[in-house]
């Protein structure tokens, strides 16, 4: 959104991501972003055996879903989504 301001959200998403996989609470994160900040943190999880599957709206964020090992075209399933 133009003239939005974000503090710290990238961190938070990433050390959420870190402290979960310390954990072993998962094997496989789904990101659901389209910023290209986050690709240095798809990159060292790749390293670590943890795949990362970004989830949004291309064309937007095709430098973050080219680092992860897969994607998600969320707009291509937006008639299945539904709220409960």
């Given at each position: 959104?133009?003239?939005?301001?974000?503090?710290?959200?990238?961190?938070?998403?990433?050390?959420?991501?870190i402290?979960?996989?310390w954990?072993?609470?998962y094997?496989?994160?789904i990101?659901v972003?389209?910023?290209?900040?986050?690709?240095?943190?798809?990159?060292?999880?790749?390293?670590?055996?943890?795949?990362?599957?970004?989830?949004?709206?291309?064309?937007?964020?095709?430098?973050?879903s080219?680092?992860?090992?897969?994607t998600?075209?969320?707009?291509?399933?937006?008639?299945?989504?539904?709220?409960?």
């Open positions: 959104m133009a003239g939005t301001i974000e503090k710290g959200v990238d961190t938070a998403i990433v050390t959420d991501m402290r979960l996989a954990e072993a609470a094997d496989v994160a990101l972003s389209s910023d290209a900040d986050l690709v240095p943190a798809v990159e060292f999880f790749d390293q670590k055996g943890i795949r990362t599957i970004q989830a949004g709206f291309p064309p937007l964020g095709s430098h973050l080219k680092a992860c090992w897969g998600i075209d969320v707009f291509a399933f937006r008639n299945e989504i539904s709220r409960y």
